[in-house]
């Protein structure tokens, strides 16, 4: 099986979604390290990223619980500024695409919001952990589990 690396480099811009971020920040899965080798990947500029500001809020959310706003303001200022990533914002565009895809594939809100963005940003891939999201035909959907061990 081909490496994540390689896989992502067959890709000119790949959708990320928010758990490839938490996974890196928090460094508490055996998810990490391979999240943390696609985020070098991507400022490396192996390929080009994109996610929706959706993945502003969730990363938000843990740090804010904990009372930590500085963190969130931290996560805020990274992913702004990160090589390579474009922040989608949610329009009516990305709106009526994310009503499409749950209307096809029965997605939650928040994912059919965050693929919709991405796929609208012009993603040819979408690299996630959630299994749901595989029934989705108009990008391919790489999940991280696939190649964790694979590097």
């Known amino acids: 099986m081909a490496g994540i690396a390689d896989v992502l480099r067959e890709h000119s811009v790949v959708g ?3 758990a490839i971020f ?4 928090e460094a508490t899965s ?3 390290a ?4 696609v985020l070098t990947g991507l400022a490396n500029g192996a390929f080009r990223g994109v996610t929706s500001v959706l993945t502003l809020m969730e990363l938000a959310v843990k740090p804010l619980q904990l009372g930590r706003p500085d963190v969130a303001d931290e996560y805020e200022v990274l992913l702004s500024n990160y090589p390579n990533l474009t922040i989608v914002p949610l329009d009516r565009a ?5 009503a499409d895809l749950r209307a096809t594939y029965r997605l939650r809100p928040a994912d059919a919001l965050q693929v919709s ?3 609208r940003a012009g993603a ?3 690299l996630t952990n959630d299994r749901d999201l595989r029934r989705i035909s108009e990008a391919p959907v790489l999940l991280l589990d ?6």
Do not use: E, K, M, P
Request: glycine letters at 12%.
């Open 30 to 32: 055996r998810r990490a």
């Open 146 to 151: 696939d190649f964790v061990g694979a590097g």
């Open 22 to 25: 938490i996974y890196h920040l």
């Open 117 to 119: 963005a991405c796929l």
């Open 34 to 37: 391979l999240a943390g080798s």
């Open 16 to 18: 990320l979604d928010t």
């Open 94 to 98: 990305v709106a009526r695409g994310a």
């Open 124 to 126: 040819n891939a979408f």
